[in-house]
Nanobody
């Protein structure tokens, strides 16, 4: 079994910053990449940012220039630094790990961490 655990959510004022962390653990033959998704009330889950094991990053247009994703292949950990936060960033943020095992490749999800941006 693979476990994915997020941490770092909380309440922050507009314009503030917050950092999220996520670690994948368990039996992992190969980690192709990790990423962050978010889901606001009444909205579909959407990609925020992801990073491959080779270091290639992808960002949603709505967060470009404000969020930074980074990863540590040795620790199987991904980070999301969120700056200049806006009210519309309020959502549950989920970590995703793209894990490969012999004969199997699938995505594993964390439980999510709440990020609330409010005055």
């Amino acid at each position: 079994q693979v476990q994915v655990v997020e941490s770092g959510g909380g309440l922050v004022q507009p314009g503030g910053s917050l950092g999220l962390s996520c670690a994948a653990s368990g039996i992992i033959f190969r980690l192709y990449g990790m990423g962050w998704y978010r889901q606001a009330p009444g909205k579909q889950r959407e990609l925020v940012a992801d990073i491959t094991s080779g270091g290639t990053t992808t960002y949603a247009d709505s967060v470009k220039g404000r969020f930074t994703i980074s990863g540590d292949n040795v620790k199987n950990t991904v980070y999301l630094q969120m700056d200049s936060l806006k009210a519309e960033d309020t959502a549950v943020y989920y970590c995703n790990a793209d894990v490969g095992r012999p004969g199997l490749r699938r995505a594993y999800w964390g439980q999510g961490t709440q990020v609330t941006v409010s005055s």
